[in-house]
């Protein structure tokens, strides 16, 4: 789960292939060798999970970031954002350092970083990235960067990973060189998501089931709330909550919260009475990851409309357990919910950015009016409100 929310640069505006290939022109003076697409990406439950070693359910969104590339020789990375300011950021491949807090390019350098620093032989590059993941929405727009970014280098330099090990390598640039703790759901999910399916992963072990997920063919739609409230977790929230189920994981003597069973939950939460702040940390992720399964389950037997109580109680768990929602978040939510939602939670790393919101589809107009009427009458700016269809993970644009 990435805990930054302004990595990646947007255009805010539609964009495609060409669009991007003929900036790249542009801006470097040639053609590029080729486009590469990212997608950002919706969790439908298995929240804060993942850095736990325990169970997400992300689906990739339309919504992608696409980068135009190709190779150098002399050893420079030089970088260009069609949504930033401040021209091409020319890097020595050489000269790359962990660098916190240094902006967008280092989301994309990190990865040229950490490719290296696997042993993989990555030359320089030069990218133009143009995105239309709306940053500070908790919808993993840094992810998307850095898959487009590991994607584009994996095929210039016919280096032959995998995805999942992009994923892997787009983890540690995003912790090693931007400092940020992330987990590893958002890399997978932009590099292993499919269309039309949510993905079920197990984040120990990286095992991944793709799970059909076909809303409109059971009259359903999936509303995604961007609540337009910014957040920044990099400032330590994020690592706070990370720090404290680590705490609670040696208290219990396990490897990870993952290992407390759910049958075994009122005995766990005994055991830390003296720490109430972590207590609650640990009955989220276990209860949270008890409702993935659950999720699943309902997804496997065909009940798509019974996972909408378990997205409100993950919800409830975030803001009340976790605390990291916010008077926007449980504003859509609630409102949702009354106006007739099956069911509706906050995702993404927290403090401010989206909620997700199941409904019939005929309610989802009437849905949508009351949470954007519900902002209006508590002096919010207007949410932005589109629907969630499952996509495709990263791919080379043709």
Known sequence: MAAHGTAAPTTGRPHGARHTAETFAAVYGAAPSGTWAAPGRVNLIGEH??????????????????????????????????????????????????????????????????????GLPVGG???????????????????????????ALNDLY????????????????????VGVPCGIMDQTAAACCTQGHALFLD????????????????????????????????????????AGCERGARALGVRALRDVPYAQLPAALARLADEPA??????????????????????????????????????????????ISCRELDLAVDT????????ARM?????????????EEAAAPAVGAAVTAAFAAAGHAAPRIFEAVPGPGAHRVE
């Open 203 to 242: 984040t120990r072990d990286l095992g991944r089931r793709q799970i059909p997920f076909d809303l409109a063919g059971e009259g359903l739609r999936l509303l995604v709330v961007d609540t337009r409230v910014k957040h920044e977790l990099g400032d330590g929230a994020y690592a706070e909550r990370r």
């Open 347 to 359: 995702t993404g790393g927290g403090f401010g950015g989206s909620a997700i919101v199941l409904v």
């Open 278 to 323: 972590v207590q609650a940390l640990v009955r989220h992720i276990v209860t949270e990851n008890r409702r993935v399964e659950e999720v699943v389950a309902h997804l496997d037997a065909g009940r798509t409309r019974a996972i909408g109580p378990l997205l409100t109680a993950g919800h409830a768990s975030l803001r009340d357990d976790f605390k």
């Open 125 to 151: 590059a030069d990218l133009h990235f143009d995105s239309t993941v709306p940053t500070g929405a908790g919808l993993s727009s840094s992810a998307a960067l850095e898959i487009a970014t590991a994607l």
């Open 336 to 343: 949702a919910n009354a106006a007739g939602a099956l069911g």
């Open 158 to 177: 016919a280096l032959g990973q995998e995805p999942q090990h992009l994923a892997r390598l787009a983890q540690r640039a995003e912790n090693a060189f």
């Open 49 to 118: 999970t993942d850095y736990n070693d325990g169970f997400v359910m992300p689906l990739a969104l339309p919504h992608t970031t696409l980068a135009a590339a190709s190779a150098r020789t002399d050893g420079v990375l030089r970088l260009h954002s069609g949504g930033a300011d401040g021209g091409i950021v020319e890097l020595c491949l050489d000269a790359l350092r962990p660098a916190p807090q240094a902006g967008w390019a280092a989301y994309p350098a990190g990865v040229v970083w950490a490719m290296r620093e696997a």
